[in-house]
């Protein structure tokens, strides 16, 4: 969900001032009915939001020939391998 922002008059409500880090919640009758954010807060949010759905129309990755070898490898019993000559001559 795109947040959005609705713009209200100060002169219209009383709220307390916002502070960085901080989410004032506004309840009626035990419930949660708004929630008051710092701006800087709320442009990282949206930020975070938008960066958030661009990763998520990236195509996926796919294992690499080399990948694959060496995850066969380390699920393979056995002495690990920790020469990094044999790891070159395995892996190239």
Known sequence: MTLTA??????EVRIPDPH????T???RYG???AM???PDDFHRLDELDRMLAEAAELPSLE???QALRAHL????PG?????PAALAELFG
């Open 73 to 76: 490898e380390e699920s393979t």
């Open 63 to 65: 294992p690499t020939h």
């Open 20 to 23: 960085a880090g901080e989410v």
């Open 25 to 27: 919640v506004i309840s």
């Open 6 to 11: 609705k713009v209200v008059s100060g002169n």
């Open 36 to 38: 008051l954010v710092h």
């Open 79 to 83: 002495e690990p391998i920790t020469d």
């Open 31 to 33: 419930k949660e009915r």
